[in-house]
């Protein structure tokens, strides 16, 4: 059975139903915004990071220990394929490869530019990263090739070269000889990545090795795990396998370590989108406080009514809470469920993005960017609103307390 003080509460709700209404209304909104844009950011910081990861991270990279820092090619990694053997007993890698990078001149008829020549595994790569589909003209690389390459259509461009062209390279192997050969354009590939269109070639590993003197050393394992939520446990079995061989010359990097730029994009992003947030909710804790405050000033004489017959004050301010919290409740599922329906059709249909191409294309990024919803999304914000909304309601409803039944029943 319905309890008095929770009828009362109700009933004292719709006395003014105009102000009622634009509170509700006000909450509703701040939730509505909030499952919306948190759903946002989530959406477009998993979009960045499997961007990231797509063209050329991966989830994880074995390295020599300072390879990260330096990419100097002495720090290699020996004797890949024993850790490929780690890799295949994890059931969560979904992929992995081999790559050696190296700094070069590269020079056309025309021009020459310094480039990092990356050798790749054409099969194992094509697994691993977007590489294959990224082809704009040309053909993907055969395991039977040796002098072809794949040049960035940017590097392309700026070396004046198309498919069938030459280009000789000039660098330095791994044992301190002249690294030089030349090598034909199989294809040209556009990443989505300005930076690494820009500056990079790839050629067979095999191939790389043997024009840079690395042997059967590399300077990278990639690993792709099946999602983003498996790779800490990925990082743990190898770090833990890898040490048990003795290896301890090796680094485990997962895709954080990876990126650190990235990172500190999205928690420059989540520190801004805090901030709005917390603006958002003050506006609207203070239009709590507005009706409430109002809300005991033109109730003064029915509150000292209510003394005078011996209600406590402790129920009065019972009453009020139950009051705020009703319309926040109210406006927290109105507001939650808007929210959810908003953002489900935007993830079903994402958002274009029009006049930001060129920085979207800094991080890989595509022009439809999609929420993501999630049980965080869901829950965060309209948690916060109501938190925030029952403490500021509690500021006009301990007011009632200080209240004297004579001076109350007898003010206008």
Request: proline share 3%.
């Given at each position: 059975m319905i309890s008095i003080d929770v009828k009362m509460a109700w009933r004292n709700v719709w006395r003014n139903p105009r102000r009622t209404i634009l509170t509700i209304c006000a909450i509703a909104f701040a939730c509505i915004l909030l499952v919306f844009m948190v759903s946002w950011q989530l959406?477009?910081?998993?979009?960045?990071?499997?961007?990231?990861?797509?063209?050329?991270?991966?989830?994880?990279?074995?390295?020599?220990?300072?390879?990260?820092?330096?990419?100097?090619?002495?720090?290699?990694?020996?004797?890949?394929?024993?850790?490929?053997?780690?890799?295949?007993?994890?059931?969560?890698?979904?992929?992995?490869?081999?790559?050696?990078?190296?700094?070069?001149?590269?020079?056309?008829?025309?021009?020459?530019?310094?480039?990092?020549?990356?050798?790749?595994?054409?099969?194992?790569?094509?697994?691993?990263?977007?590489?294959?589909?990224?082809?704009?003209?040309?053909?993907?690389?055969?395991?039977?090739?040796?002098?072809?390459?794949?040049?960035?259509?940017?590097?392309?461009?700026?070396?004046?070269?198309?498919?069938?062209?030459?280009?000789?390279?000039?660098?330095?192997?791994?044992?301190?000889?002249?690294?030089?050969?030349?090598?034909?354009?199989?294809?040209?590939?556009?990443?989505?990545?300005?930076?690494?269109?820009?500056?990079?070639?790839?050629?067979?590993?095999?191939?790389?090795?043997?024009?840079?003197?690395?042997?059967?050393?590399?300077?990278?394992?990639?690993?792709?795990?099946?999602?983003?939520?498996?790779?800490?446990?990925v990082k743990t079995v190898l770090q833990h396998d890898i040490k048990k061989e003795g290896r301890r010359n090796l680094d485990v990097l997962d895709w954080t370590e990876l990126m650190p730029g990235l990172i500190e994009v999205i928690q420059i992003d989540v520190t801004s989108g805090f901030i709005f947030y917390f603006v958002l909710i003050i506006v609207v804790a203070f239009s709590i406080l507005n009706t409430f405050l109002m809300a005991i000033l033109e109730r003064k004489k029915e509150f000292g009514v209510f003394m005078a017959m011996g209600t406590t004050p402790t129920r009065l301010v019972k009453l009020l809470l139950m009051e705020s919290t009703a319309m926040t409740l109210i406006g927290i599922v109105v507001g939650t469920c808007a929210g959810i329906l908003l953002t489900w059709y935007f993830q079903v249909h994402g958002i274009f993005i029009s006049g930001a191409e060129d920085i979207l294309r800094q991080y890989g990024m595509p022009e439809r960017i999609h929420p993501r919803l999630s049980i965080i999304s869901i829950i965060l914000g309209p948690s916060l609103v109501l938190v925030i909304t029952f403490l500021t309601a509690l500021y006009p409803a301990l007011r009632v307390r200080r209240l004297r039944p004579v001076e109350a029943i007898s003010s206008t």
């Open positions: 959406g477009s910081y998993e979009t960045m990071i499997n961007a990231a990861v797509d063209i050329h991270m991966g989830h994880l990279q074995i390295q020599a220990k300072g390879y990260q820092q330096k990419h100097d090619i002495n720090l290699a990694v020996s004797d890949p394929r024993s850790l490929g053997r780690i890799l295949d007993k994890i059931p969560e890698v979904s992929a992995y490869t081999y790559r050696a990078d190296a700094f070069t001149l590269a020079s056309s008829r025309d021009r020459t530019y310094g480039v990092l020549v990356i050798g790749i595994d054409p099969e194992k790569e094509a697994q691993v990263s977007t590489l294959k589909r990224s082809l704009r003209e040309g053909r993907y690389l055969s395991e039977g090739d040796t002098d072809q390459a794949l040049v960035g259509k940017l590097l392309a461009r700026n070396l004046r070269v198309r498919v069938g062209d030459e280009l000789v390279l000039l660098g330095q192997g791994r044992d301190g000889s002249v690294a030089a050969t030349v090598v034909r354009v199989k294809g040209i590939y556009s990443s989505g990545q300005d930076d690494f269109d820009r500056s990079s070639i790839q050629i067979p590993l095999g191939y790389f090795q043997d024009t840079y003197a690395m042997g059967d050393a590399v300077h990278e394992v990639v690993i792709r795990s099946d999602t983003l939520k498996d790779v800490p446990i």
